[in-house]
C-alpha cells in the first residue's frame, strides 16, 4: 500500500451537476477525513469517519454534500448541485485509532474541482 | 476566520537558513504541526512538536514553540531549491480527540533562489 489514493485528481462540471470522489485510505487505517482547499487557503475540516461511522461534520458541509464509508474502507464524497464556490481541492486523509492513540494522518493527493 | 495565522511569502536564498513563523489561538492546543506542499500535491507531515516541549530538532528542522507567546516557528536550514514550497503551521486543539482533525493557517509560500 503506497499511501491515500484519491479519484479523479481532476474534475470540471458544469454548475449544477452532481459529482462524486472517491479516497481509498492506508489499508489498516480506520479514521478517514476529508478537507476542502481553497486557493490561496489552508484546508478546512469537513467531517470524519472512525469505520464505516462518521463521527463528526462541520457546518461548512452543507445538505448539497453527503459523505459515505459503507464497508469502513473508501469513501466517497459526493456535491449534489454544484455551485462555483464548491471549486477547491478536496483533500482526504486518514489514520489509524486505538484506545485512545492516533497515528498522524497522512493525506492523499487531492481532487481539484472546477465548477464552470 | 482562522485561529492560525502565518506571514503568506517568505524568499531565501539556497544555502540561508529559512524561519517561517505562526501564531495560534487555543491555548489548550495539544499537538502543533508543520506540513508542506508541493504544487499540485497533497500535504506532507513534516514535523510536530507536543504542547509541553520547547525544541524538537530533526535532521534540518528545528521547530520552537513559545506557549506563552503562542508563538510557534519552523527553521530550515541549508534551505535548498527543494524546499520551495507552501508550509502550513497546524494545530490540535485539546477539544478533540482525533488526530486527523486540525486547523490550519492559510500558509506560507517559500520561494528559495539560487
Known amino acids: 500500500d503506497t499511501g491515500v489514493s484519491q479519484d479523479p485528481r481532476h474534475k470540471i462540471t458544469k454548475r449544477g451537476q452532481n459529482v462524486t470522489f472517491r479516497c481509498d485510505p492506508i489499508s489498516e487505517h480506520n479514521r478517514l477525513y476529508w478537507y476542502r482547499q481553497t486557493l490561496g487557503q489552508g484546508p478546512e475540516f469537513l467531517t470524519y469517519?472512525?469505520?464505516?461511522?462518521?463521527?463528526?461534520k462541520s457546518r461548512l458541509l452543507s445538505d448539497r454534500f453527503s459523505a459515505e464509508r459503507p464497508k469502513g474502507s473508501f469513501s466517497t464524497l459526493e456535491i449534489q448541485r454544484t455551485e462555483q464556490g464548491d471549486s477547491a481541492m478536496y483533500l482526504c486523509a486518514s489514520s489509524y485509532y486505538k484506545g485512545g492513540m492516533n497515528t498522524e494522518a497522512f493525506f492523499g493527493q487531492g481532487t481539484r474541482l472546477t465548477v464552470v | 476566520g482562522e485561529d492560525v495565522e502565518q506571514s503568506l511569502f517568505l524568499s531565501v536564498r539556497e544555502g540561508d537558513s529559512s524561519v517561517i513563523n505562526c501564531t495560534y489561538t487555543d491555548s489548550s492546543s495539544t499537538y502543533l504541526y508543520w506540513y508542506k506542499q508541493e504544487p499540485g500535491a497533497g500535504l506532507q507531515l513534516l514535523t510536530y512538536i507536543f504542547s509541553n516541549m520547547d525544541m524538537k530538532q530533526d535532521q534540518r528542522l528545528t521547530v520552537l514553540l513559545n506557549k506563552k507567546d503562542k508563538h510557534l516557528s519552523l527553521r530550515i536550514a541549508d534551505t535548498q531549491t527543494g524546499d520551495s514550497a507552501i508550509y502550513f503551521c497546524?494545530?490540535?486543539?485539546?477539544?478533540?480527540?482525533?488526530?486527523?482533525?486540525?486547523?490550519f493557517g492559510a500558509g506560507t509560500q517559500v520561494v528559495v533562489t539560487p
Open positions: 469517519f472512525q469505520n464505516e461511522a462518521q463521527l463528526e
Open positions: 497546524a494545530e490540535k486543539p485539546m477539544t478533540t480527540d482525533s488526530w486527523g482533525k486540525l486547523q
